[in-house]
């Protein structure tokens, strides 16, 4: 007799009746899968009677509802990491009773950070490390070649939910890491750890814990090949933070950021480099995306733009090639492609270069991804330069958004942005007309106002050299 079956999606957990390519809940292609009918994700399993009795002391006493005006008005309680570009990435600090789910590419360094940070918050907390993917001798190795040594650290090699919570009720730690939550399980559940009935279940766990007991929780998720953490999407509603580790593995830099933060902005980055000792913070940010810069090279441009409150001088190259093909082939890393798109449409209508016929490759240097529109002036003088064959001057700066009839729009906090520019040592700085006038030029920083992308192809190539 045939083993009952069921198929659910490893993306939102919808179970049907019969497989289909594509969800009817979440619209993922591609997710639903088979598995018997009591080794599915059930939404009524429980956590197990030794996960369960820890959950529920974990809450305490039951609480009733009371009138929003009597509740109290007291900030958040928040205390610093030991790592300043993290503590910018979460608000200002970690908060206390706060679940922060931390996920990147296998190897970017996610475990390195949490233990480096143990050594800042071991001066005031107590700190459990669990970890489901190295033995206690290997975080042993890791902890002393990062120089984390502390008595307030404790550390277990555990994968099993029930134990878990059953050493956080007898140590009772200010803080609990969990890496990583794909290899953490209910034994409750008869699915094997990783799939999206267990990381549910688990990370459902943890918050309850995180809540009850007033206990910081950080979360190491690994991403799949598509760039999102690895297991149901509702993971990523269920925690207060989502932060994303990215780096180019050839690459020594990382960049932290914030995809989601219920106590804080979701705009800022952190920027470190992995070195031998551990990850070293990069307090600036614009002097790593622009060193290494060629001088006096045709299709390169510096722009400013805003990352949180932060601003980041950032390198945007062009390569302008003529077609082989009918077709001709368009490439954006770290711009957005549709927006490159229009810039060629705007330079080919509004600045009479003859574009459509030429392949088109637009790179941001360092990984940075440049979704706001300051960024255009710059990527459409890049452009132009490529095309021309001209460079741009090596002291100057664009900063400002392109609109369809070629006009150039004001961006926000220009004056700070020009101040940046002035700090780095840059002489030059194109601006939208507009805004001109309402800020002043910092000393030994010329501001070139241009109404359109006209005039600013010809202030660049008369302002050069």
């Excluded at 980055?269 to 060629?294: K, Q, T």
């Excluded at 711009?335 to 229009?342: I, K, V």
Aim: glycine share 10%; net charge negative.
């Amino acid at each position: 007799m045939k083993a009952k079956t069921t198929f659910y999606c490893t993306e939102c957990g919808n179970e049907t009746p019969k497989w289909a390519g594509k969800c009817p809940a979440c619209g993922a292609w591609n997710t639903v899968v088979e598995r018997p009918a009591e080794a599915a994700p059930k939404k009524s399993r429980g956590l197990g009677k030794a996960a369960a009795t820890a959950a529920i002391s974990s809450a305490g006493n039951s609480h009733r509802a009371r009138p929003v005006t009597d509740l109290e008005t007291a900030s958040e309680i928040r205390f610093p990491t030991g790592m300043g570009e993290l503590d910018r990435v979460l608000g200002g600090g970690a908060v206390k009773g706060s679940l922060v789910l931390v996920g990147g590419a296998p190897g970017i360094g996610k475990s390195t950070l949490m233990l480096q940070i143990c050594s800042k918050l071991c001066e005031f907390s107590k700190v459990l490390y669990v970890s489901g993917e190295e033995s206690e001798h290997q975080l042993k190795l890791r902890a002393k070649r990062l120089d984390v040594e502390s008595e307030q650290l404790f550390v277990i090699s555990e994968t099993c939910l029930g134990d878990v919570l059953e050493t956080v009720a007898a140590e009772q730690p200010d803080i609990l890491i969990i890496d990583s939550i794909q290899t953490l399980y209910n034994d409750a559940l008869e699915s094997p750890a990783g799939s999206v009935g267990q990381v549910k279940d688990c990370t459902m766990a943890l918050m309850q814990l995180a809540k009850g007991r007033e206990i910081t929780v950080f979360v190491i998720g690994h991403v799949n090949k598509e760039g999102s953490i690895a297991g149901p999407k509702v993971l990523e509603h269920m925690v207060d933070c989502v932060l994303y580790f990215e780096g180019d593995q050839h690459s020594s830099y990382r960049i932290l950021r914030a995809a989601k933060n219920r106590f804080g902005a979701t705009n800022e980055i952190g920027v470190f480099e992995m070195e031998d000792a551990g990850l070293h913070e990069v307090e600036n940010p614009s002097e790593m995306l622009l060193a290494g810069r060629p001088a006096d090279a045709p299709g390169t441009c510096v722009t400013c733009v805003m990352e949180g409150v932060r601003p980041v001088l950032a390198e945007i190259q062009a390569l302008i090639a003529p077609s082989s093909y009918g077709t001709p082939r368009r490439t954006s890393n770290g711009f957005d492609y549709n927006r490159a798109a229009m810039l060629l449409a705007v330079l080919e209508k509004r600045g009479g270069l003859k574009l459509s016929t030429c392949d088109t490759y637009l790179n941001i240097i360092g990984g940075l991804s440049l979704d706001e529109p300051a960024a255009d002036l710059a990527a459409a003088v890049a452009l132009a330069s490529s095309y021309l064959d001209q460079p741009i001057p090596s002291d100057l700066v664009a900063i400002g958004e392109v609109g369809l009839t070629g006009e150039l729009r004001s961006v926000s906090q220009l004056g700070q942005r020009v101040n940046e520019v002035q700090r780095l040592g840059f002489k030059r700085c194109l601006i939208p007309e507009r805004r001109s006038q309402t800020i002043s030029a910092p000393v030994g920083l010329e501001l070139i106002p241009v109404r359109n992308i006209g005039e600013a192809l010809r202030a660049v190539m008369r302002k050069q050299g």
